[in-house]
């Protein structure tokens, strides 16, 4: 008998998405953090497409949408002059295949307060003051120490508490790669009344380091990012390169820009996610994004597994997350390293698949959106878990779901898979098994093989 079924450490954004991902599957779950209060600074503030939609799914976008807001245009002050630039990525318009295609800007501790209400009204809540500091295996399961003294059975264990990880520690898992800066980075929240709040101000040559402040949703808030802490104090700085007093200092910290990941994401019943797994350099806005997939993706894997499904199926966490940590980490470091401002597919993530992982293979149907089975291609860009015996298939022209009976488990946006000629437009559909999908597409499938 087991306590709990999952044990999760860190209420970051990837915990409170895993508690999520548990809580609307009702599986039972303890979500803990060593922090005595919620987080209280914007740091990760930047949410990719991939994520919006992410969140669509959980259902939050409406707050999130609401709380945020576009990203900023760029204004580059140079002595008395000062240029304008546009906006991170630029403006793109929303289109029905994409409906959220632009970064969007909310500072990290609103994103988590948002999170923490859609796990209230599922009936959960988060454990604060509460501490990780062992596990040890048990007969299917975990047993895990806490700081309380209190020693709590579980099936499985997720650590999600960042890059100081004590999850991580236990497993004896190392954190591999590169720091880009041998000198630690400054961040801050700060409170300016008196600087335009449409803009994102940088001063490149700012005696002492650049200095660049970001508006934040709330009103006269700022983030400040400056590649060291000002020596003469961060009011002083400010004042200086901006002429403005700096009413409040909500926050700061010192960070040490790195890539670095661990060569494995489970160890037994153990698994990591977000930055306790891949610590990314704030260039790209990529953290954030992707430890919240890595809990999307690990979340119903284990409900389906605590509720009978193949113990293998958590294997594909690993297989499936970490090339995508992999290379998400280059393209940050390249970002950082060439200091680019440019943003677009190779940021928003919407081009991520699953397509190598052992679960699918693909099988081509063209014939369908002939016959109206597919109208258009499919918005479901994250291979999800849908029952053996049920494929789901969208007609966009009423902007239903149909379900249909062949075993499949998930469809996947054929635009995201080929790129040449008449092939760019297919959809695809992933099963497991090609001749079980014939009783009912069986002609479809045969032509779309030749």
Request: aromatic content about 8%.
């Amino acid at each position: 008998m087991y306590d709990t079924q999952v044990m999760i450490v860190g209420a970051g954004p990837t915990g409170l998405t895993l508690g999520i991902e548990l809580a609307r599957r009702s599986i039972s779950f303890r979500l803990i953090d060593a922090a005595e209060a919620p987080f209280r600074g914007s740091r990760g503030k930047g949410i990719q497409p991939r994520t919006l939609e992410v969140f669509e799914d959980l259902g939050i976008l409406r707050a999130i949408l609401k709380a945020g807001a576009q990203y900023p245009g760029f204004r580059v002050h140079i002595g008395p002059l000062s240029l304008r630039l546009g906006p991170m990525g630029g403006r793109k318009q929303a289109t029905e295949g994409v409906p959220y295609p632009n970064l969007w800007l909310l500072p990290q501790y609103r994103t988590e307060q948002i999170l923490r209400e859609r796990l209230a009204q599922l009936g959960a809540q988060v454990e604060f003051g509460t501490a990780f500091e062992r596990v040890s295996p048990d007969h299917r399961g975990v047993r895990v120490h806490l700081s309380s003294g209190e020693l709590v059975t579980a099936q499985y264990l997720v650590g999600c508490d960042g890059g100081h990880s004590a999850v991580r520690k236990a497993l004896g898992l190392a954190l591999r790669g590169d720091t880009l800066h041998a000198e630690a980075a400054f961040v801050a929240d700060v409170n300016l009344e008196e600087l335009d709040h449409t803009d994102w101000h940088v001063w490149p040559f700012a005696k002492g380091g650049s200095i660049a402040l970001c508006p934040l949703p709330d009103a006269s808030l700022f983030q400040l990012m400056s590649p060291r802490e000002p020596v003469e104090g961060i009011e002083a700085a400010i004042l200086r390169a901006t002429g403005c007093q700096v009413r409040q200092i909500a926050w700061s910290s010192m960070y040490r820009p790195a890539v670095r990941m661990v060569d494995q994401l489970r160890v037994g019943r153990v698994f990591l996610a977000g930055d306790a797994a891949h610590l990314h350099p704030p260039t790209g806005g990529q953290g954030l994004n992707t430890g919240v997939q890595d809990a999307y993706n690990l979340g119903w894997k284990l409900a389906q597994v605590l509720r009978g499904g193949p113990e293998s199926l958590l294997d594909t966490y690993e297989a499936e997350r970490l090339p995508v940590a992999a290379a998400v980490l280059g393209l940050s470091k390249q970002l950082y390293r060439t200091r680019s401002l440019k943003r677009g597919e190779a940021t928003n993530q919407l081009r991520l698949h699953y397509r190598t992982s052992t679960l699918s293979f693909v099988d081509i149907l063209p014939a369908c959106k002939r016959r109206g089975f597919l109208r258009s291609r499919m918005l479901v860009r994250s291979l999800r878990w849908v029952p053996p015996t049920t494929a789901l298939l969208q007609r966009r022209t009423t902007k239903r779901l149909h379900f249909w009976p062949c075993p499949a488990i998930g469809l996947v946006d054929g635009n995201d898979s080929r790129t040449n000629g008449r092939e760019k437009t297919r959809p695809y559909i992933l099963g497991l098994n090609a001749e079980a999908l014939r009783p009912r597409f069986g002609n479809y499938i045969r032509k779309a093989s030749r």
